[in-house]
C-alpha cells in the first residue's frame, strides 16, 4: 500500500485519518491504516486542518454547536460586554456558560461595571460561512480528496488507481506541499443553517453536521470525459471543488442549469 499523498510505501503506517476532523462532528467516516501515511497525516493535522480549524470562523462556529474537539474541549467563542465595552470570552464548562474578560482587556473595568448593574448583554457575533482563502481551500481540498478515496476503498487496485492517477497530482500536491498565495476555486455558500433540525422515515428529529456526495459533469456527449466534483456540506455551509483542476465554470455551469438547487438535494438525492 502506498500513501494517497505522498505515494510513499504506507505498510508500516498505523494512523487512522479522518476525512472531516473530529473537531467538525466526525467519528464514522476514516481511512484506514496505510492511505495516508503517518507523516502526512501529521503534517495535515498541523498544517491543514489546524489552521482551517483555528480560523475566527472553525472556532465560533464550533462553539455555537458545542463540538468539542477530540480532546473534549469546546472551542471558546468571542463576545462583547456592551455596558462596559469589554471583549470577552464565553467557555462552556461542566456547570454551563462561563465568561471572562479577553487578554488585553481591562478586566477590574469589566468586573467593576458587572457589579454596578441589576442585567446587562453579551453580543455574540454569528458566523455565516468561512473565508475563500488558502487556508479554507487546502483544507475542503484536503476532505474532497479523502472523500473520493473512501467512495472505493474496498475495490481491489483502489489505492494504486488514487496513487497513479496523475491528473489528481495538482490538487495532491497543493494540499500536501502548498502553494502559498495561490487559492484553488471552492464555491462557498450557506444552503441551511447550523442548527437546523431534519426528518426521516426513519427517524422524526435529528441535525446534519456533515454529508457529501460526488458530482461526475461531462464535457462531451460520450459521458467518458468531464470534470469531478465533490460536494460537501459541513454544519449547514457547501463546498464544490473540482478535483481534476483549479477551476469551477462547469460546476457554475451545473448551478444555474440546476436553478441554484444544491446537488446534496436534488436528483437522486431528492
Not at 31 to 52: H, I, M, Q, T
Not at 109 to 134: A, K, W
Not at 215 to 225: A, E, K, R, Y
Amino acid at each position: 500500500m502506498r500513501c494517497i499523498f505522498c505515494k510513499q510505501t504506507s505498510d508500516n503506517s498505523i494512523s487512522r485519518e479522518h476525512i472531516v476532523p473530529e473537531s467538525f462532528g466526525n467519528k464514522d467516516y476514516i481511512l484506514g491504516p496505510g492511505w495516508v501515511c503517518d507523516v502526512c497525516n501529521n503534517y495535515l493535522s498541523r498544517k491543514v486542518e489546524a489552521p482551517f480549524l483555528d480560523s475566527f470562523y472553525g472556532r465560533q462556529s464550533r462553539f455555537e454547536m458545542k463540538i468539542p474537539s477530540k480532546r473534549g474541549r469546546i472551542p471558546t467563542g468571542k463576545g462583547l460586554h456592551p455596558q462596559s465595552a469589554t471583549k470577552i470570552n464565553l467557555l462552556f464548562d461542566g456547570e454551563g456558560l462561563s465568561f471572562f474578560a479577553a487578554d488585553g482587556e481591562d478586566e477590574s473595568h469589566f468586573i467593576q461595571t458587572l457589579r454596578m448593574q441589576d442585567r446587562g448583554s453579551f453580543l455574540v457575533p454569528t458566523v455565516s460561512v468561512p473565508e475563500n482563502n488558502y487556508a479554507t481551500a487546502r483544507f475542503v481540498g484536503k476532505v474532497a480528496f479523502e472523500i473520493f478515496t473512501h467512495r472505493g476503498m474496498t475495490l481491489n487496485g483502489w489505492n494504486s488507481e488514487i496513487v497513479n492517477k496523475t491528473e489528481f497530482d495538482e490538487l495532491r500536491d497543493y494540499i500536501r506541499r502548498g502553494r502559498p498565495g495561490f487559492v484553488w476555486p471552492v464555491s462557498i455558500r450557506r444552503i441551511y443553517d447550523s442548527s437546523q433540525v431534519f426528518s426521516d422515515k426513519k427517524d422524526s428529529c435529528f441535525q446534519v453536521l456533515n454529508e457529501w456526495d460526488i458530482l461526475f459533469i461531462p464535457t462531451s456527449d460520450s459521458m467518458i470525459s468531464g470534470e469531478l466534483y465533490v460536494v460537501i456540506a459541513m454544519l449547514g455551509v457547501e463546498y464544490a471543488m473540482n478535483l481534476g483542476g483549479p477551476e469551477l465554470d462547469g460546476y457554475m455551469k451545473w448551478l444555474k442549469e440546476n436553478k441554484g438547487r444544491s446537488y446534496l438535494y436534488s436528483g437522486k438525492n431528492a
